[in-house]
């Protein structure tokens, strides 16, 4: 079944440790993103990916960092810049970046917290 | 680029027809409306899309108005299972004139008994 898969679904960081969100998908979309959202908001877009070798800052980049270097690979890094990392991440992909982007697919999400 | 605006939340008994509203009135001719809807704790889902006409699938119903500016999403039999948010969303620019999705808060349904 071709689709988004995040990794893990549950994940706790020491305060100053560094963290890498999985996402992997079999869907040969170019396009792929990373959100966060915290409990009761929408969703925030952090990086997003047009193409291999290639991202770009979203909304709230600051304290994450990302690699796309397969096409079907997009992990994230949350750095321990990132003062306040407790939410839940969403990774999602699409097709049509350069046209209304297409539907986007999601996957199941991964909870971060700071212990 | 087009933004949207929907209520924070609605409720709906079950069975009942679930009618959701969103406002895009900044929307361009050659965006697309897009509905997407997210369970607690789940990414969020795609339901449907259109660019003028109406639309049906079957999960929902996607109204445009004839002018564009807004738009209904119809869950013609709402069930408990549909308690969600619900995203209506357009293109959002970014640089080099590709596309990002933006996702606001979106609509807080509850289905009751």
């Known amino acids: 079944d071709g689709g988004i898969t995040q990794s893990p679904k549950y994940l706790f960081r020491k305060e100053g440790q560094n963290v890498t969100l999985s996402c992997e998908q079999n869907?040969?979309?170019?396009?792929m993103y990373w959100y966060r959202q915290d409990p009761g908001q929408g969703l925030r877009l952090i990086y997003y990916?047009?193409?291999?070798?290639?991202?770009q800052k979203g909304d709230i980049a600051e304290g994450y960092s990302v690699s796309r270097e397969k096409k079907e690979s997009f992990p994230l890094t949350v750095t321990s810049a990132q003062k306040n990392p407790t939410a839940f991440y969403l990774c999602?992909?699409?097709?049509?970046?350069?046209?209304?982007?297409?539907?986007?697919?999601f996957g199941e999400g991964s909870w971060l917290t700071v212990v | 680029d087009a933004k949207t605006t929907q209520p924070t939340s609605m409720d709906c008994a079950e069975g009942r027809a679930a009618n959701l509203p969103c406002n895009h009135s900044t929307i361009s001719g050659n965006e697309y409306v897009y509905w997407y809807r997210q369970i607690h704790s789940q990414g969020p889902q795609y339901i449907i899309h259109?660019?003028?006409n109406n639309e049906t699938n079957e999960m929902a119903s996607l109204i445009i108005t004839e002018d564009r500016k807004s738009s209904t999403l119809i869950l013609p039999h709402a069930t408990l299972r549909d308690t969600a948010v619900y995203y209506c969303?357009?293109?959002?620019?970014?640089?080099?004139?590709?596309?990002?999705?933006?996702f606001g808060r979106g609509t807080s349904l509850i289905v009751h008994p």
């Open positions: 969303i357009v293109r959002v620019g970014a640089s080099g004139g590709s596309y990002i999705p933006t």
């Open positions: 990916s047009q193409i291999v070798n290639d991202f």
């Open positions: 869907l040969n979309h170019d396009a």
């Open positions: 259109g660019l003028k």
């Open positions: 999602a992909s699409s097709t049509g970046f350069h046209s209304s982007f297409g539907t986007i697919y």
